[in-house]
């Protein structure tokens, strides 16, 4: 078999690749006595993508595509490829597909769905107020964990706790120094979600856009 290197963007901390892997990645942050406990988070790099940022200090694992539009939201995805999936779908000219009626078809017995080559993990939203960025994040809570990174020094503020208690979003306040863990969030999606054509096709946009960021090789290798 074609040996295939994906341009793995991988933290060195335990992650949240599955469901057991993400609740050891939550153990290994020290519960605080209060909700804005002021956990701090120790990162080397200073100028990265917020995103990268948080999802580097809380040892997440995956493939991060930062600042991609999903239904008109401007957010990150940190995402798990399936290696074997996508050489797959290389070898037989398999490209993502992101034209949603194509995807919506795949319910049909007639038309199979390709095998999936990329699962959400985490949804990443930042904004101008925390109000806008609450709102980005929270809308993806039947995909995956979900997450708003402040880029401020001072706590979030009370309503903003309230939101994420509510919502179930990751608060974290992202500086040149760390992150800074405001709120513990929900791991994973809500529980009540169930896979659909939509899931699928968010799947295929973040697949297409890892491609083109060259996070993950457009052919086999060798």
Same mark, same amino acid.
């Given at each position: 078999?074609?040996?295939?290197?994906?341009?793995?963007?991988?933290?060195?901390?335990?992650?949240?690749?599955?469901?057991?892997?993400?609740?050891?990645?939550?153990?290994?942050?020290?519960?605080?006595?209060?909700?804005?406990?002021?956990?701090?988070?120790?990162?080397?790099?200073?100028?990265?993508?917020?995103?990268?940022?948080?999802?580097?200090?809380?040892?997440?694992?995956?493939?991060?595509?930062?600042?991609?539009?999903?239904?008109?939201?401007?957010?990150?995805?940190?995402?798990?490829?399936? +290696?074997?999936?996508?050489?797959? &779908?290389? /070898?037989? @000219?398999?490209?993502?597909?992101?034209?949603? #009626?194509? $995807?919506?078809? %795949?319910?049909?017995?007639?038309?199979?769905?390709?095998?999936?080559?990329?699962?959400?993990?985490?949804?990443?939203?930042?904004?101008?107020?925390?109000?806008?960025?609450?709102?980005?994040?929270?809308?993806?809570?039947?995909?995956?964990?979900?997450?708003?990174?402040?880029?401020?020094?001072?706590?979030?503020?009370?309503?903003?706790?309230?939101?994420?208690?509510?919502?179930?979003?990751?608060?974290?306040?992202?500086?040149?120094? +760390?992150?800074?863990?405001?709120? &513990?969030? /929900?791991? @994973?999606?809500?529980?009540?979600?169930?896979? #659909?054509? $939509?899931?699928? %096709?968010?799947?295929?946009?973040?697949?297409?856009?890892?491609?083109?960021?060259?996070?993950?090789?457009?052919?086999?290798?060798?």
């Amino acid at each position: 078999m074609t040996s295939l290197t994906l341009l793995h963007y991988r933290v060195t901390r335990l992650g949240c690749g599955t469901g057991r892997q993400h609740e050891r990645g939550k153990r290994a942050l020290p519960m605080s006595s209060e909700r804005r406990g002021g956990l701090l988070l120790s990162t080397e790099a200073a100028d990265r993508h917020p995103a990268r940022t948080v999802i580097d200090d809380l040892g997440w694992d995956g493939v991060l595509a930062s600042n991609i539009t999903l239904f008109g939201k401007q957010v990150s995805v940190l995402a798990l490829v399936d +290696g074997e999936a996508h050489a797959l &779908r290389l /070898r037989r @000219g398999m490209s993502p597909v992101t034209d949603r #009626t194509s $995807v919506a078809l %795949w319910e049909w017995p007639e038309l199979p769905a390709p095998p999936a080559v990329v699962s959400l993990s985490a949804v990443i939203a930042t904004g101008s107020s925390w109000q806008s960025g609450m709102k980005a994040a929270s809308g993806f809570a039947g995909f995956a964990s979900t997450v708003l990174v402040l880029q401020q020094d001072e706590a979030a503020p009370q309503a903003c706790l309230t939101a994420a208690e509510r919502y179930g979003v990751w608060v974290l306040r992202s500086r040149c120094s +760390g992150a800074i863990v405001d709120h &513990r969030g /929900r791991v @994973g999606p809500v529980a009540s979600s169930r896979p #659909t054509t $939509v899931t699928r %096709w968010t799947e295929e946009l973040v697949y297409a856009r890892l491609l083109e960021d060259g996070l993950i090789e457009p052919a086999p290798a060798g």
